[in-house]
């Protein structure tokens, strides 16, 4: 038995090395594909031995570097909000985008857009938060308020709910202020605007929110299995499922603030991490932040090439794999008794 365990970690980690050769490349073809394609030679001697006079090395240091660091983060970020999210839940369909999360953070952000056109990025970031919250909050209202209590499935609907209701709240807003564009980048989701302070927003809140997922990740595995089991074990549960909270607001409200509402991340990758990887949530985690980041890395090559010169919104790719999947998931979910 040690040894088959012995055999197990050994080829996770395999897996995740793989992932980690397979993002670096990705992210090297990133920087070097684009409008005008820069060779792989100029991307290195951007990145070690940056001349400020070559155009190509600014192009790269100043726009592609900070896009595709961003996108990493992004993709990151919302596979682990959505790991995190159907751990704690045990809800198949939990994800930031699904669950409405990530359209209660671009709804404030409208919100301050409208009343606040001056708002710094540190503002845009604090607004998603506290949007991210909100819609947690309703979320879990709506859903506990039901008959029968709250349940996988009614999670999901009442998450549908708010998130279509926000959605629109965020339309008429937009409408009535002439927001319709700033609204369409944050629902269509899009790293054409990332930049250096977008990067750096991303790292000091990805920090905080990385290191507690990592920190209760062997709680959450605890807790997939029931809260009678985890109380049985000594757990509490309420705690673990604050932090969780924290968690995805913290790295939900930053990716949207960044990136727009991109869709069905969070909802595919801690899937196939699984089903890969195993239950146990010490690997999800951080298998689910190096798959979302390789996944979000490709999705914008392909916005960006696609039609190019004129991009894509990455949301939109995301979601032609995301929906299928996600009506699959539902389908296998239809049966789902009380939880």
Known sequence: MLSIIHRSGILKILINIVIIVALMFSIGMSVALGAVDIQLSTVWEALFDFDKDVTAHQVIQELRLP????????????SVSGAMMQGMTRNPLASPSVMGVTHGASFVLVLMLAFFPAVSNLGLTLGSFIGAGLAV?????AGSLSAGGLTPVKLALAGVAIGTMLSSLSSVIALHFQLEKQLGFWLAGGLADANW???KVLVLTGLIGMLIALSISKSITVLNLGEDIATGLGQNHFIIKVFGIITVLLLTGAAVSVAGVVGFVGLIVPHITRFIIGTDYGWIVPTSALSGALLLVLADIG???INAPFETPVGALTSLIGVPFFLYLARGSSGEGKS
């Open 67 to 78: 896009r595709v660091l961003a996108a990493a983060m992004v993709g990151a970020f919302l």
């Open 197 to 199: 302070t977008s990067v």
């Open 303 to 305: 916005a960006r090439l």
């Open 137 to 141: 909050t309703l979320i879990f209202m």
